[in-house]
């Protein structure tokens, strides 16, 4: 069974950083480009990230070039998004997710999506 | 970037009655050498991950029930619910894959009448 399992959210402060982690077990994240969602309080869904499977091709949402960075470390099947100069509009659940496709520098549909994890930016 | 536009934000639906989801893409998503519309729906529920529902606009995810179907092609598409159930409460997005830079829907939310 696949699962995505996300963690390292919290509370930062504007202009601060986190990183988050996705663990994936059941499958070889190294076959599959995954991305990062996010979804602020009572709003809809917004795509930040896509790494490939090989972590060669990285693309950003315009909100967010230039601060984060999505990598993964496919030895222990774990995908990152390190968040820097953190905005109060950055405060959202953030969930990875895995490409319906095997094999491709970006993401198409998801078909499997973690629990997700809170990130609040906040003095 | 390509825009989704759904339509309507909410709608209300009685037990075993049709409801209809439109969304509609700011430039076709239809990919011309392979004929297939960049296009899928999800279903979240309240605080649940989405699920995906549909995949290139018409091909139904394995184990979603049949009465869940999509249609539509290049800029407009429809997600059909043909007999509403209880467990069908939700909030549906369309998402294209055309773009690398990936854009979904505001949402619909969908209540019981």
């Known amino acids: 069974e696949v699962q995505l399992l996300e963690s390292g959210g919290g509370l930062a402060q504007p202009g601060g950083s986190l990183r988050l982690s996705c663990a994936a077990s059941?499958?070889?994240?190294?076959?599959?480009?995954m991305s990062w969602v996010r979804q602020a309080p009572g709003k809809g869904l917004e795509w930040v990230s896509v790494?490939?499977?090989?972590?060669?091709?990285?693309y950003y949402a315009d909100s967010v070039k230039g601060r984060f960075t999505v990598s993964r470390d496919n030895s222990k099947n774990t995908l990152y998004l390190q968040m820097h100069s953190l905005r109060v509009e950055d405060t959202a659940v953030y969930y990875c997710?895995?490409?319906?496709?095997?094999?491709?520098?970006?993401?198409?549909?998801?078909?499997?999506w973690g629990q997700g994890t809170l990130v609040t930016v906040s003095s | 970037d390509i825009v989704m536009t759904q339509s309507p934000d909410s709608l209300a639906v009685s037990l075993g009655e049709r409801a209809t989801i439109n969304c509609k893409s700011s430039?076709?998503?239809?990919?011309?050498?392979?004929?297939?519309?960049?296009l899928a729906w999800y279903q979240q529920k309240p605080g649940q991950p989405p699920k995906m529902l549909i995949y290139?606009?018409?091909t139904r995810e394995s184990g979603v029930p049949d009465r869940f179907s999509g249609s539509g092609s290049g800029t407009d598409f429809t997600l059909t619910i043909s007999s509403l159930q209880a467990e069908d409460v939700a909030v549906y997005y369309c998402?294209?894959?055309?773009?690398?830079?990936?854009?979904f829907g505001g949402g619909t939310k969908v209540e019981i009448k």
């Open positions: 997710a895995k490409d319906g496709l095997s094999g491709n520098d970006y993401s198409y549909y998801f078909d499997y």
């Open positions: 059941g499958l070889s994240l190294s076959t599959y480009a």
């Open positions: 790494i490939s499977g090989s972590g060669g091709s990285t």
């Open positions: 430039q076709s998503v239809l990919y011309n050498s392979n004929n297939k519309n960049y």
């Open positions: 290139w606009a018409s």
């Open positions: 998402q294209q894959y055309y773009s690398t830079l990936i854009t």
